[in-house]
């Protein structure tokens, strides 16, 4: 382990995080590549999720948004498949569902996960020490630590933990890390039939989606691109990351996050002037004034 | 989306339609639903509504789970603790004991009462003890447990030490310990809100922690008033316009700093929360200034409205949050203004 002492890991890139979290003798960052391009959307990662995680119901709820019913990540959703309809084309693809005005129908289906970020902001302001770094470099909360304060669930600029209701701690996917250990692939990825979600070495999986984005736009899908990919990003990269086919937000993810403790020392540093202003303006209030029976 | 319905939790009973949507948020105009609008159209052209895209309107962030009373009133208390012991050490140290004890009380009462809402919040609150199992300089909860730890039991001492009337070399140590932890206390729930995703608070991470402990100073000095002999009380009434000048000054530069996040601070419930904090910071500190001098019920009205004030803005500040964190507009636009910005800038 390189020192960690006068480096600042608060954003930027970084290129050993379990290294840089204490483990030595680390296997390589795992990670997810999640291939919207070729999900078919039938939430077998879904199922797969929560059968293997024992992770409870989460609503039962007609939502009219597409096939989605299933609404966002949340403490009791770990794998979460959007659906959008759009009146546009996908490259040459002709889908014959037209609504007979020239414009053309595609739905775009997209499994969403917790990114298991590089700079991990619920990591970050964890109190108690129950959200960790694994030696895969994902991060993964230990419930019998979590105490429920809940600072996590703002912290995080996706929107992924989630408090459990009736239970009060936090809850997220783990990147099915009692699989990982075993040498096993996570539940979702074994159970996805068609690839779009991939397991593997994270550098591995990033030559495999430069490749994916060339071959799509080869074929004149000019709509693919890679989301959080960059590890120069606002999050120094995730270790789950997407080949998508519109702008972020379509899809519910936010286009440009940041990590939150990015600017930890900038609030420090007004609260340190703050508290300085507080208390050097009572004393000068004090000063002014006087001993009681002298100038008032 | 006119049917649904924008209550605590967001919007229910809403049926969007099948397309992702572009420039419908979770709601038009101000926040959500509201009697009456001030201000007409006028107002609202100032501003014109961001166009953007989203995922059925859901917001991007997962909203707090903290509860309303639980920590923005922790905001308050802890801000009313931690300036009442400098004002504690202050009249103490200028012959103004009477003052000083009734300041030691209150803000021993104030940190016990928001060190129960703390824990109170907690999803498991029996194990509070794991706040204390790790020490984070990037946890400003965990830096802020370890601030309470140590100047609760400061707080405690300089409080039962005067009452009693014992030991007063170490109650005096003890208050000068709590006068200097105290400004920490008031000022760390700052950087606790702003260490976050939510946009109101992020963006305002610079002029949060000047609100807080002006608000701070507001609130105790309005305590001050309240319990302390008129007699004594002349440098709490200074201090009331020292604090209250300070919140009201940290808060417009916020406003016009933050761009977009500032937005929830003027609608809707944190708003009108906002505008009340200002209205009772400046009728208690020209009521404690004009009139606390000479009559006690004026010193107790107007240190009222000191205290009332700065809960609201705590209040305030707590709800322009949770607005910012439920609209993805709020995520959404300042993000893809950056993004294009950027891609302007290597474009040319």
Redesign the interface.
Known sequence: MSSLIGRNL?AGAESDVAADSGCTDHPPRMGFFTDTSVCIGCKACEVACKEWNAVPEDGLEF????Y?NT????ADTWRHV?F????KPMGHAETGAGHGDGTDLRWLMASDVCKHCTHA?CL???????LFRTEFGTVVVQED???????C???????????RKG????WKCTMCYDRLGAGQEPACAKACPTDSIQYGPLEELRERAALRVEQLHDIGVADARLYGHDPQDGVGGDGAFFLLL??P?????????VV??R??P???K??????????G???A??A??????GA? | MSGSDVGGEGVRGARPGREAQVGKGLRRGDGGRRGRRRGGRGEKAMVPEAEFTSYYGKPILNPPVWKALDIAGYFFLGGLAGAGSVLAAGAQLTGRPATARALKISSLAAIGGSAAMLIHDLGRPGRFFNMLRVMKPTSPMSVGSWLLAAYGPAAGAAAVLDVAGRFPRLGGAATAGAAVLGPAVAAYTAVLAADTAVPAWHEAHRELPFVFVGSAAAAAAGMAMVVAPVRETGPMRTAAVFGSALELAAAKVLERRAGLAAEPYKRGGAGRLMRAGEVLAAAGTAGGVLLGGRSRAAAVVSGAALLAGSACTRFGVFQAGMQSARDPKYTVVPQRERLNARAAEAGV
Request: glycine share 14%; net charge negative; with cysteine.
């Open positions: 608060l939502t009219g948004m597409s989605d609404q966002g990540l949340s959007a959008i309809e759009q009146n902001a970050d302001v964890c109190p108690t020490g129950s630590i979590c105490n429920g304060c809940g600072y669930i703002p912290a995080c600029p996706y929107g992924v933990i989630d408090q239970d009060g701690r936090a519109d702008e937000e379509v899809y519910g993810l936010p286009p440009d996050p939150t403790t600017d930890l900038a609030m420090w007004h609260a340190g002037l703050a508290a300085a202003t507080l208390l303006g009572l004393a209030v004090f002014v004034h006087g001993p009681r029976g008032r």
